[in-house]
């Protein structure tokens, strides 16, 4: 399953399928973005991180891919589990930090 | 890895009175805290940043006397709502940095109900 961008700020998949959260980010001079999950009445915890240097960075079953052509940035998480269910914000730093609207991931079992 | 907690968890008062909320980073020296409040569904809005010793920077919009903001020692920060309203409920998350902005590392937040 996809998202796109903040005009879809849902996204649901089936428990053992890959997802896609992308995230549109407004400045062209930000250098270092941030995937934070974030669960219900919890605060974000930190997923993964990418510099603008490179465009692809892996982690434990994520990946973070960036496009700074198209100020693109996506977190793919790979064989969605259950407690993969969260908000997924992107955040951007140039001179202080800033944060994404956050799609929200529903994972079916 | 880096702690930052937050207190209270959860707190109801009632229309104006104040309430006090902490953040304190449990493993490290915070030079820099930061508070946000996210509103339901919506994204961390930050509210002002905080170094130690000096007074903090609000954002655009954000009264300094309404929410006032106290960063004494290198472990602790304090939010106060001051004459609290209803329109003030909200989720409030603190972050402590150790100098690297890009380094921040959240609090639980607290959920603030004023009725």
């Known amino acids: 399953g996809e998202s796109v961008g903040l005009h879809l700020p849902t996204l649901s998949v089936q428990e053992g399928d890959n997802s896609i959260i992308n995230c549109a980010y407004s400045?062209?001079?930000?250098?270092?973005f941030i995937w934070y999950k974030q669960e219900s009445g919890k605060g974000p915890q930190f997923i993964i991180d990418i510099r603008s240097n490179m465009d692809k960075r892996q982690g434990q079953r994520v990946t973070v891919l960036l496009n700074r052509t198209v100020k693109h940035l996506s977190l793919q998480i790979a064989a969605t589990q259950p407690g993969d269910s969260a908000v997924y914000f992107c955040a951007e730093l140039a001179n202080d930090m800033r944060f994404g609207a956050g799609t929200r991931l529903t994972v079916k079992p | 890895g880096a702690v930052v907690s937050q207190h209270p968890s959860r707190v109801i008062c009632k229309s104006g009175t104040s309430v006090k909320i902490e953040c304190r980073s449990l493993?490290?020296?915070?030079?820099?805290m930061f508070w946000y409040r996210q509103f339901p569904k919506k994204s961390l809005m930050l509210m002002a940043t905080s170094n130690e010793g000096s007074k903090a920077t609000y954002e655009q919009g954000v009264e300094k006397d309404k929410f006032l903001i106290n960063h004494a020692s290198l472990t602790l920060s304090t939010l106060t709502v001051t004459s609290a309203h209803p329109e003030d409920s909200s989720f409030y998350i603190c972050s402590a940095s150790g100098g690297r902005l890009y380094e921040q590392y959240f609090g639980p937040g607290t959920r603030l109900t004023v009725t």
């Open positions: 493993d490290f020296q915070a030079t820099t």
């Open positions: 400045n062209s001079a930000s250098d270092y």
